[in-house]
């Protein structure tokens, strides 16, 4: 069974940044997606980004020139570095792995989530 383990949430100011790490273990070779969502108080879970094993990426309009998502294989670490927070930003963050199942995105598992806090 896939587990995944995220860190790097925090405290930061408008402006600055933050990378977030996931780190994932188990049943690994199944995955082909992972991504980052977040949920705000009083808000629906959203995709804030997702990178496939092949290294295809897509981002939320929200985050598009600010967010970037990288993985790492050979760790099976995906990242997702945060540049130019803005205070509508501030949500937990939550890591996600999905496999494909005969064309069919089947989420694996999801992280504990970890919470990002950008003061104005």
């Known amino acids: 069974q896939v587990q995944l383990v995220e860190s790097g949430g925090g405290l930061v100011q408008a402006g600055g940044s933050l990378r977030l790490s996931c780190a994932a273990s188990g049943g690994i070779f199944s995955i082909n997606g992972m991504g980052w969502y977040r949920q705000a108080p009083g808000k629906q879970r959203e995709l804030v980004a997702r990178?496939?094993?092949?290294?295809?990426?897509n981002y939320a309009d929200s985050v598009k020139g600010r967010f970037t998502i990288s993985r790492d294989n050979a760790k099976n670490t995906v990242y997702l570095q945060m540049n130019s927070l803005k205070p509508e930003d501030t949500a937990v963050y939550y890591c996600?792995?999905?496999?494909?199942?005969?064309?069919?995105?089947?989420?694996?598992?999801w992280g504990q989530g970890t919470q990002v806090t950008v003061s104005s």
């Open positions: 996600n792995a999905d496999k494909d199942l005969k064309g069919t995105r089947v989420v694996l598992q």
């Open positions: 990178i496939t094993r092949d290294g295809s990426t």
